[in-house]
């Protein structure tokens, strides 16, 4: 079945998800993070937010001199070979079709600002906001970062910082229909990696994925016996097809 086109957006303006192959992690220590920063921001685009997740990324950018498709592109072709090479790591590490929403209004501006900040507060990461590390919010809008990334004039030229931090910190309905992982978590995907990781003798993803598979197969069935945690929580994890995590399950 051929692919749907993406919508395309009246005012330029994106909600953009990209996520790592199988769901795995794709920032594996700080550094991995301030490089995804710097790579991103030096991009021909206007980035009005961003959160980096362990496995995946929201941004809220306008077009420039590239489409969303070739920013992205860009963003990979950098950040990619830097995370394999790092590694000792070879393929890919995104997930080819990234996701895309447009925003063709304010007000959904304004939900989408929130919605991408508040993510690492409803993945049970934060308390608030402005205390995770790699977002727009504490870095970029707070000025609690000396790396910055962000077009942040409009924003807060239309609403106020005030209105802004108003705002941000009151959650948004589950109801509300932004593009995200598609899935919910019960138990936290870094408590999950932090147990994975200690079983092995690890210190990163890669190097448990250096392990021969049936080592790795044995690492994820007690795992998710230990924790409770469900295939898809594993993949996203480990980087394991889904099928290897669902028949590791039931032995």
């Known amino acids: 079945m051929p692919r749907k086109p993406r919508e395309s957006s009246g005012t330029g303006i994106y909600h953009v998800m990209l996520r790592g192959i199988n769901r795995q992690d794709i920032f594996d220590d700080t550094e991995d993070y301030w490089t995804f920063i710097k790579m991103m921001s030096a991009v021909p685009c206007y980035i009005y937010a961003y959160c980096l997740m362990p496995n995946h990324v929201h941004l809220l950018i306008a077009e420039k001199s590239l489409k969303v498709g070739e920013v992205v592109k860009s963003i990979a ?20 079709r990234f996701k895309s929403e447009p925003c063709n209004d304010s007000g959904y501006f304004l939900t989408l600002f929130r919605y991408i900040h508040q993510n690492p507060v409803k993945a049970g990461l934060v308390k608030t906001a402005k205390d995770y590390m790699y977002s727009s919010w504490g870095n970029d809008y707070l000025d609690q970062a000396l790396q910055r990334a962000c077009h942040i004039e409009p924003a807060i030229k239309r609403y106020g910082i005030d209105e802004l931090t108003a705002w941000v910190d009151m959650p948004l309905p589950e109801t509300v229909g932004c ?62 097809t889904y099928a290897v995590v669902y028949k590791r399950k039931s032995l």
């Open 77 to 96: 072709s950098c950040y990619v070979p830097y995370y394999n090479k790092k590694y000792g790591r070879i393929g890919h590490l995104l997930q080819d």
């Open 179 to 240: 593009i995200d992982m598609g899935d919910q978590k019960v138990i936290a995907d870094e408590t999950v990696r932090e147990v994975l990781l200690s079983k092995c003798g690890a210190r990163t993803i890669p190097e448990f994925q250096l392990h021969t598979k049936d080592r790795q197969k044995d690492i994820v069935r007690d795992v998710m016996r230990e924790l409770g945690a469900g295939p898809r929580q594993m993949v996203r994890v480990c980087g394991l």
